[in-house]
């Protein structure tokens, strides 16, 4: 795992080239298919990217997509900074939303300022609690983090469709699956006329805390320590296992955040597709980020762009999204057997 | 012996190493012959290691030649190295702990077929292990072999894969005494075959006991080859560490802060544990230990001394019996409380066991202070590069570079940081394995006259080692431990190697277990 400081420059390099091999691999696979359809590629990628940044639209989008990359790419982060590898961003969203939704429907009759903050936190606990299952499993040695943490993944989107399939169903739209719509005051604010929404500032600030605490304070320290060697931080008296259960439990909590700001701020209601895959891009992002946070914030980025413009050759050439999952899965194969490589031979 | 003026088997010309701004290696010649033993002395941090390294194709120089009988080579990876006859040995072993001894001998050989040639390879394993003392069990596990004896196995697919020159860096720093007897016989047989042999070490009695000529480096400098019928341990001293090596500064201690006598730090009540996997099981230990006392642990590696050890601090809880900490029943207390109460430990691999390795010195050095240096949420760093300065003084350790990685630093330096760690916060019991482990001379002297300056002042001491010389000279009280039982007690009248050694090695004619 990569450190901040010393090795900072070292770190910038290997950003730089990860942002450059994401790219690079984004743009082939893109042009291979735009050429197999019979398509110019570089016509469609200028049309794509005119798109996306030529008018204040396509770029609030991107932001939109960028918020939840962000604050899963968090959840990773943290815990992998103590060794711990969560792949459960995607599970903890969803319990996020699940138990924001379970407030904003029990509720309906607070005040704006009381009930959004009472749903942040219903977000941030419903994450937490979820990843908190794969700490405990974890701290008791029972089922290693990386197994339970992907397992829990199938099982939260199921407990959010027995809940819009059964008790919450809403009465107005019986034919299609979800809750009935937040009341007003539920629903997180939006800025400039746009889908961007108050979750930006919970990105933001999650990515803030995340440098400060790793880089300025005594916790960041004992963490790091863990996380480079688990035996000697033990044989300090570093407590190990409170770390485990509380930096989950925060890392979980951030990737509930996600959670319940799409359902507050985009959807409104809960709704069975809330994420197309968010806790696994952001998992991507936080590895080939290193860990870092202004690392995160670049990798989040480039991913919302591939997305976008995946999004957009969908519509505009045909190109099946699938390709975006395809592309991501290779991504991350490839990243992850480099990860592999490198710490064997060394 | 072969005779001046003969090409070197291996020769190192102009060869210059920097690490940023520090050079670690800067030499302007340095060669070895065929058939002789060539100790490396040094202090710690002098470069020695590097330029193992360096000759071993691990490192790279950046600037310099080489030459291997006569001829200029390029060494770029150990593989290369290898095919020169160029052989290593680490510090840590690079056996692959779930093969056999067999398994890992002959997958270290180059253009090994496809279908293992089994009875050609163990006929030239039984064949060299005859001739060079280095008989293991071809079929044993490597990971159940005693330190001793996975050196061996080291040394022997070495050979087999054609080296004519090994590098030993620092071989015997965790043998007991009997196997480095064992390896210096082996050395004499390789010497007498013809080949051409580098021993780094610490220990001056074993380069003037073995070594045919003394190379000593100084700050990345080889500054002086004496031939071993010309040297004296003093003038290697002296070029080691200039003037007046061996000195130590007046007081280390302000003496009048004496305190804190013959109150009862540490007892252990018929203690019995089975520890996990791999592990040696203690069984029925029972000893005191006093404030202003020494106790020495003597034993073989491997009897249970880190065992020993992780149950006083906390590591391993007792499945039997108590132990006491001044008085308190300690028996279920945490790491951190052990901690917190004044106990320092020195563990018996500070890579492994006391030190993050990606972290840097100053992070390293905070570690396990509990909250001594917290300010507010983060750490009160000018606080602790003070009281580390004043540790690092007191033990006569140059300060380290505070912003570096601990992975970068040398075994040695690595053992200071965490002596200075350790010993900084006037610890009220110190818990020490081996504590003197990869240091050079002085940092050793160093290092003995604080524990027994610590003891002075009230501190309890107890000291785990396999070096008798070192147990003799700081020891009040001698306990043998032998499989995991104390096997006998002896007091300084007693100190003679002749008595204590057996029962190291399991003799029983003192059975009442003390
Ligand atoms: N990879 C590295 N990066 C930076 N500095 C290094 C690296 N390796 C060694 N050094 C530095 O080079 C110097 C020489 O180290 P070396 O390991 O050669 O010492 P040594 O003589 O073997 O000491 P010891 O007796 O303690 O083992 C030390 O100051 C060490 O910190
Ligand atoms: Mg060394």
């Known amino acids: 795992m990569r450190l901040d400081g010393a090795t900072l420059w070292a770190c910038a390099s290997a950003r730089a080239k990860g942002f450059a091999f994401v790219t690079a691999a984004a743009l082939g696979v893109f042009a291979t298919l735009l050429v197999a359809a019979g398509k110019d590629p570089l016509e469609a990628y200028i049309d794509t990217l005119t798109y996306v940044f030529g008018n204040a639209y396509g770029f609030s989008e991107l932001l939109v997509r960028m918020i939840p990359l962000m604050l899963t790419a968090v959840a990773a982060a943290l815990p992998a900074r103590i060794g711990l590898i969560n792949v459960g961003a995607e599970g903890q969203l969803y319990m996020g939303a699940w138990l924001a939704t379970a407030g904003a429907l029990a509720l309906p009759d607070l005040p704006a300022f009381v009930l959004l903050p009472l749903l942040t936190l219903l977000g941030f606990v419903g994450g937490g609690l979820w990843a908190l299952v794969a700490g405990v499993l974890r701290a008791l040695r029972l089922v290693n983090e990386t197994i339970s943490t992907l397992l829990l993944n199938y099982i939260a989107p199921l407990i959010v469709s027995y809940f819009i399939f059964g008790p919450w169903r809403s009465p107005e739209t019986a034919s299609y699956p979800q809750s009935p719509a937040f009341v007003e005051a539920a629903r997180l604010p939006t800025f400039f006329h746009s889908r961007v929404h108050f979750g930006l500032v919970y990105a933001l600030a999650s990515l803030v805390l995340y440098w400060l605490v790793m880089t300025r304070t005594r916790i960041g320290l004992d963490m790091r320590a863990i996380g480079g060697n688990p035996e000697a931080a033990r044989r300090l008296g570093i407590p190990i296992i409170r770390y485990i259960l509380t930096v989950m439990f925060i890392a979980g909590g951030v990737a509930g955040l996600a959670g319940m700001a799409e359902v507050t701020a985009i959807q409104g209601r809960l709704v069975s597709e809330l994420s197309p895959g968010y806790g696994f891009i952001g998992f991507l992002v936080s590895w080939l980020a290193g860990s870092s946070a202004a690392g995160i914030v670049t990798m989040s980025f480039l991913f919302a762009l591939i997305s976008s413009v995946g999004d957009i050759l969908q519509i505009t050439q045909g190109v099946p999204y699938a390709v975006v999952n395809i592309l991501m899965a290779v991504i991350l194969f490839i990243v992850l057997g480099r990860h592999s490589v490198g710490s064997v031979a060394r | 012996m072969t005779a001046e003026g003969e090409t070197p088997l291996l020769e190192a010309k102009g060869i210059v190493k920097r690490f940023g701004a520090l050079v670690a290696n800067e030499i302007s010649d340095f060669s070895v012959r065929g058939g002789e033993v060539l100790a490396l002395l040094g202090e710690n941090g002098a470069g020695k290691s590097t330029l193992a390294k360096i000759l071993y194709g691990y490192y790279t120089p950046d600037a310099g030649e080489i030459f291997v009988n006569g001829r200029q080579v390029e060494i770029a990876s150990p593989r290369d190295a290898r095919a020169l006859g160029i052989g290593m040995v680490f510090q840590n072993f690079t056996l692959i702990p779930a093969l056999s001894v067999f398994d890992n001998v002959a997958l270290f050989q180059k253009n090994l077929p496809a279908v293992v040639p089994r009875a050609e390879i163990l006929e030239r394993m039984r064949r060299y292990a005859g001739r060079f003392r280095l008989a293991v069990d ?358 003679r190697a002749d008595l204590v050694g057996p029962l190291m090695v399991g003799a029983t004619e003192q059975s009442d277990a003390a």
């Open chain 2, 138 to 495: 071809p079929w044993m596990q490597a990971g159940q072999l005693a330190v001793g004896d996975q050196q061996k196995v080291e040394i022997l697919k070495q050979l087999l894969a054609g080296a004519r020159m090994l590098i030993l860096d620092e071989p015997t720093k965790v043998l007991a005494p009997q196997e480095s007897e064992g390896l210096f016989e082996t050395l004499a047989e390789l010497r007498a075959e013809g080949l051409g042999i580098v021993l780094i070490t610490h220990k001056l009695r074993e380069v003037l006991a073995c070594a045919d000529r003394i190379a000593v480096m100084r700050h990345g400098r080889v500054v002086g080859v004496v031939d071993r019928r010309e040297a004296k341990e003093e003038d290697l001293l002296a070029l080691m560490f200039g003037d007046k090596p061996m000195q130590l500064p007046p007081p280390l201690l302000d003496p009048a802060g004496r305190h804190d006598r013959g109150i009862r730090a540490l007892e252990l009540v018929d203690v019995s544990s089975s520890g996990g996997a791999g592990q040696t099981p203690l069984r029925n230990i029972s000893m005191k230990l006093q404030s202003g006392e020494i106790v020495g642990i003597a034993g073989v590696s491997g009897n249970g001394q880190r065992e020993f050890g992780d149950l006083i601090l906390g590591l391993q809880r007792p499945d039997a019996g108590i132990k006491l900490l001044w008085g308190e029943d300690a028996s279920r207390w945490s790491v951190a409380a052990v901690r917190d109460k004044g106990v320092a430990s020195v563990p018996d691999d500070p890579l492994a066991l006391a030190c993050v390795p990606g972290l840097t010195v100053r992070e390293n050095l905070v570690l396990g202070s509990g909250e001594r240096y917290s300010a507010g949420l983060g750490v009160d760093w000018r606080r602790l590069d003070a009281d580390m300065n004043r540790s690092f003084a007191r033990l006569g350790f140059p300060r380290p570079n505070l912003e570096a990685r601990a992975a970068t630093l040398s075994g040695g330096n690595l053992q200071r940081i965490v002596l200075a760690r350790e010993l900084a916060q006037q610890p009220r019991l110190i818990v020490a394995l081996y504590p003197t482990r990869g240091l050079d001379a002085r940092s050793t002297m160093m290092v003995r006259a604080l524990l027994r300056d610590m003891r002075d002042r009230g501190a309890a001491v107890l000291l785990i080692s396999e070096d008798l010389d070192e147990l003799f000279e700081v020891s009040d009280r001698l306990l043998v431990l032998f499989h995991g039982a104390i096997a006998a007690e002896f007091t300084p009248e007693d100190f």
